[in-house]
């Protein structure tokens, strides 16, 4: 702190950063004018330690659709997760997509993107299936979808250790597959001999992505279906056995079917939503209630958005990677989670683009852990603006900064960075006082009550870079809103 005089007034220059300084017009003696302390303390009605003990909200995120439209990033997202980051609030990833391991899905979205994406922070279609390794460990599981050996390899980063893949059956049987003539030569590159396929037991198939060879892979989860014991090429005789529960179907020790992914379409860099995982498994009813005269249920486990429990799983992972968030701050001498452990997680927003996978879900989801879950519907993917949506969201937003920006102020969540006052907004106002001395004053939470007696007000910023900076601590870095939310909540006409 460095003081110079000017006739009766002295000035006094705090240092808040290396490239930013703020003018405190103080009155020289027995002025009445706060103590700095004072002043400081009314900017920030609450220490830190404080703060921690509030509830907090977080976010879930959809990703396609919302942060990216194939491989192009939509406008926003970056900026509105650094955001995030600065202000401390939690939020996870809850995508439909998947085909990589976490570690590798978060890394190609952080590079996209170009922000930092923790792998702990990043749920995926399959990731639930994390908790199937206990029950298929050391048993013989088929994975579908994704390209050459893609999925084995992050089943087997997952725990399973002894997965096979349609190409693996179709280099044992060559003439499995009906029409080779396109994709024999993926199959024979990628598919893998194994010894015992003819005799072992295949006790559960994994859909984890959109298959490249439906017509491969229909055929393959078909014949498994009507098998015997699971051992391909087998068939059971007890199919169509009508004194058998479901007319025989399925009880003769078939593999167990799960899906990791509902969803019927996705947006990509086509100008209409393609197929997705969904549409497969729309496929194999089809063909199933031909095959079993519409006698037999199929039976089989689908997880993915807007599955409980897809929103179950997501919920878990938000909540460790919101304690881990609070370890680390409290390490670093933080502002939230101090040394109490993580604040409760009061409301969780789900920001989606698609009405009957992120929106329904979050609707109706009832959290485990006693929080609320809300929807935002984005315009930027599958659900096209103006039109009626099959399930209604809390919030409608056009993109990603939107709806974050929503979200943040229905919350009346200030931007200031690193704090978490709620009910709070952060002003800036110049002052002219009596003596014509002009000084700056920041209020956080409308703390201004007194603002008559300090005299006329020149300038009123709300919730602006500048009035941000006006009450930022000075053990923070320079803070700039992104440009879209700082239009949207400049104070206009001031
Ligand atoms: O269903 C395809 C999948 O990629 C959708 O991903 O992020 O919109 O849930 P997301
Ligand atoms: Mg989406």
């Known amino acids: 702190m460095a003081s110079s005089s000017s006739s009766s007034k002295t000035y006094t220059t705090l240092a808040v950063s290396d490239n930013m300084s703020r003018k405190v017009c103080t009155r020289a003696a027995g002025g009445g004018t706060p103590h700095l302390s004072t002043m400081i303390k009314q900017y920030f009605p609450e220490t830190p330690r404080e703060s921690a003990q509030k509830s907090t909200i977080a976010f879930a995120f959809d990703i396609d659709g919302v942060f990216v439209k194939g491989k192009d990033p939509l406008p926003g997202g970056a900026d509105t997760l650094r955001l995030l980051q600065r202000l401390k609030i939690p939020y996870i ?9 976490e570690k590798d899905h978060a890394a190609k979205v952080s590079s996209r993107l170009n922000v930092d994406i923790d792998p702990d922070q990043f749920v995926q279609s399959h990731s639930p299936f994390h908790d199937l390794v206990p029950l298929y460990r050391n048993r013989r599981i088929l994975v579908i979808g994704g390209e050459g050996d893609q999925i084995r390899h992050v089943a087997e980063a997952y725990g399973f250790n002894d997965v096979i893949t349609s190409s693996d059956l179709f280099v044992e049987w060559r003439t499995l597959h009906p029409f080779p003539e396109v994709s024999a030569p993926h199959h024979s590159a990628h598919g893998r001999p194994t010894p015992d396929l003819r005799t072992k037991e295949i006790a559960a198939i994994l859909v984890w992505s959109s298959s490249r060879d439906w017509c491969l892979d229909l055929q393959v989860m078909h014949d498994l279906l009507l098998s015997s014991g699971g051992v391909f090429g087998k068939k059971s005789v007890k199919a169509g056995d009508v004194t058998l529960p479901n007319n025989g179907y399925l009880q003769d020790n078939q593999p167990k079917l799960y899906f990791s992914n509902p969803d019927f379409e996705w947006v990509t860099d ?15 009813e089809g063909l199933w209630r031909y095959s079993t005269k519409g006698e037999a249920k199929l039976e089989y486990t689908s997880i993915g958005k807007p599955s409980e429990a897809t929103f179950m799983y997501g919920e878990k992972i938000l909540k460790r990677f919101h304690e881990k968030m609070s370890r680390i701050q409290a390490m670093e001498g933080g502002v939230s989670g101090g040394g109490g452990g993580a604040t409760a997680i009061r409301t969780v927003y789900m920001i989606g683009d698609n009405p009957d996978s992120d929106i329904v879900g979050a609707n109706k989801y009832k959290s485990q852990m006693g929080a609320t879950w809300k929807s935002v519907l984005v315009e930027t993917g599958v659900y096209q603006a103006g039109t009626k949506p099959n399930h209604q969201p809390t919030y409608h937003a056009r993109g990603i900064a939107d709806a974050v920006r929503l979200v943040l102020e229905k919350e009346r969540y200030n931007y200031l960075e690193g704090q978490n006052i ?26 201004d009550s007194d603002s008559s007696k300090k005299g006329r007000i020149l300038k009123d910023r709300t919730n602006t870079d500048e009035s941000i900076e006006a009450v930022r601590p000075p053990r923070f870095g320079k803070l700039m809103l992104p440009a879209a939310l700082r239009q949207k909540t400049a104070h206009p006409g001031n």
């Open 93 to 101: 990833f809850l995508t439909n997509g998947g085909g990589l391991t």
């Open 270 to 284: 086509y100008h209409q939503p393609r197929f997705a995982q969904g549409a497969i498994r729309e496929c194999l």
């Open 422 to 447: 709620m009910e709070a907004r952060v002003y800036l106002k110049v002052y002219r006082d009596q003596e014509g001395c002009d000084y700056k004053a920041g209020h956080a939470n409308n703390s």
